[in-house]
């Protein structure tokens, strides 16, 4: 079971940031990947439908003997993740506790700005699971819907972009926050224009990495750490497979990815 | 017959621009409307995936009894049309020729900027069809996938829409393009701002108004316009339901879009 692949899936090649991080944590784990690109986004859908695409998602990793199953989508594990770790026996792990227990690793984080997509936000996940671990927290959570089309556009610095970054960010760097959370595994390519756009003490917090360090835990306690010794194996399986499709997954992996495959649910 | 519905299909809530027209000019017509909301966008997958979807789509207004079918998507039309003509025996209109017909309808148009989403642009549907029918035309499109979530956005004067506008039109603009086809059913929300922002001389040409007059047309031909006198009655099914597509429903209809079903292909 150690040696079995760990499972991946979001609704589309985002969830390939937790991958790339994944990779750099645990270099000798096997993925099986799986991106939901024919059904994606999922994060303008209502939570029925997400729960319902997650459930298919997560039958074809287990199909595949995945010791464990991470959810690399916010959206998908905001709506979804309760009901997807009731129903199956192996571990699943999303990426909204890593998320609030990286804010929460500075004593001093008072005032936290989230973005992330419609369905994210709505769903309260990272409100609620940082207003119960800590007292007094101020929380400014905004839909950004745009930022996961223009990052597919790879329009990172494009004034389309700037702009949408002064309508999302101004009303709560107005209000003084002191930790901006990607809460969507798009964001974390919109790092370095962030370093830029964010007043100097503001601390940028990502999902995609801190997830990582969240599974290489989570294997441990768990004895599920693979003891092989070669580099591992990455599968890629996405439900359309166009040029696009190709190209973002280049570019969310900071590599080729290899040859991917086309898959039905 | 001629009193059974129309059918008209889009992957999303894009197609309801066609409806609103459909309506002005047909008010007597009883529709059927499917977006598949849980798999939007189409524009983009790849040719198969919307190929296989849009034949789900026609298989579910046909089993609703209409009379005629509309691909009220550009992207769908470029893909799938052919193979939606040739399988189904009800007479199934697109958005193409409609569009190309109206542009060809001034004898001068000449230079062509044609804007689309990016599987609408590489499937060359729309410049293949223009080519055909006017020799010595020069033909500028472009893929302009940020416009549709602008639109849903409701960014319609918004910097970051003017910023995307001047970059997927200035490049045309700078060759003399004299017309201008939206060549997406998202795009007529977005006439006001391109009046603004298009030279004196452009012509727009938009496709959801052009293909109501087609659907006049084809009826009137075929012997199959309503004989009532009522006014018709509009039934929506969308594969997905929210706030949100309610409310882009409502704008993109430019009324109450009455009650919505939720249904599964």
């Given at each position: 079971?150690?040696?079995?692949?760990?499972?991946?899936f979001d609704s589309g090649?985002g969830g390939?940031?937790?991958?790339?991080?994944?990779?750099?944590?645990?270099?000798?784990?096997?993925?099986?990947?799986?991106?939901?690109?024919?059904?994606?986004?999922y994060g303008?859908?209502?939570?029925?439908?997400?729960?319902?695409?997650s459930?298919?998602?997560?039958?074809?990793?287990?199909?595949?003997?995945?010791?464990?199953?991470?959810v690399a989508c916010n959206t998908a594990t905001?709506?979804?993740?309760?009901?997807?770790?009731?129903?199956?026996?192996?571990?699943?792990?999303?990426v909204?506790?890593?998320?609030?227990?990286?804010?929460?690793?500075?004593?001093?984080?008072?005032?936290?700005?989230?973005?992330?997509?419609?369905?994210?936000?709505?769903?309260?996940?990272?409100?609620?699971?940082?207003?119960?671990?800590?007292?007094?927290?101020?929380?400014?959570?905004?839909?950004?819907?745009?930022?996961?089309?223009?990052?597919?556009?790879?329009?990172?610095?494009?004034?389309?972009?700037?702009?949408?970054?002064?309508?999302?960010?101004?009303?709560?760097?107005?209000?003084?926050?002191?930790?901006?959370?990607?809460?969507c595994t798009?964001?974390?390519?919109?790092?370095?224009?962030?370093?830029?756009?964010?007043?100097?003490?503001?601390?940028?917090?990502?999902?995609?990495?801190?997830?990582?360090?969240?599974?290489?835990?989570?294997?441990?306690?768990?004895?599920?750490?693979?003891?092989?010794?070669?580099?591992?194996?990455?599968?890629?399986?996405?439900?359309?497979?166009?040029?696009?499709?190709?190209?973002?997954?280049?570019?969310?992996?900071?590599?080729?990815?290899?040859?991917?495959?086309?898959?039905?649910?």
């Open positions: 079971m150690r040696n079995a692949p760990l499972g991946i090649v390939l940031t937790v991958v790339r991080a994944v990779q750099q944590l645990l270099p000798s784990e096997d993925i099986v990947y799986l991106g939901d690109t024919a059904r994606v986004p303008s859908k209502s939570p029925e439908t997400i729960r319902q695409f459930h298919e998602d997560v039958r074809f990793l287990l199909d595949r003997g995945v010791k464990t199953v991470v905001a709506h979804a993740l309760p009901s997807l770790q009731e129903r199956y026996q192996v571990p699943i792990i999303g909204i506790e890593p998320g609030v227990e990286a804010v929460l690793a500075d004593p001093g984080a008072q005032r936290i700005g989230i973005i992330a997509t419609r369905g994210t936000v709505r769903s309260h996940a990272y409100q609620h699971a940082l207003a119960l671990r800590r007292t007094g927290l101020i929380l400014h959570a905004t839909p950004a819907p745009l930022l996961v089309p223009l990052v597919e556009e790879d329009w990172l610095d494009h004034p389309s972009t700037l702009a949408a970054l002064h309508t999302y960010l101004d009303p709560m760097l107005d209000r003084g926050i002191d930790t901006l959370l990607l809460a798009h964001y974390p390519l919109l790092i370095p224009v962030l370093r830029h756009f964010l007043p100097e003490g503001v601390r940028l917090v990502d999902s995609a990495t801190t997830c990582a360090e969240h599974v290489k835990n989570d294997l441990t306690k768990l004895d599920l750490l693979s003891e092989k010794a070669d580099p591992g194996k990455l599968e890629i399986h996405l439900t359309d497979l166009s040029d696009q499709f190709e190209d973002l997954s280049r570019r969310f992996l900071a590599r080729s990815p290899g040859r991917i495959m086309r898959v039905s649910l």
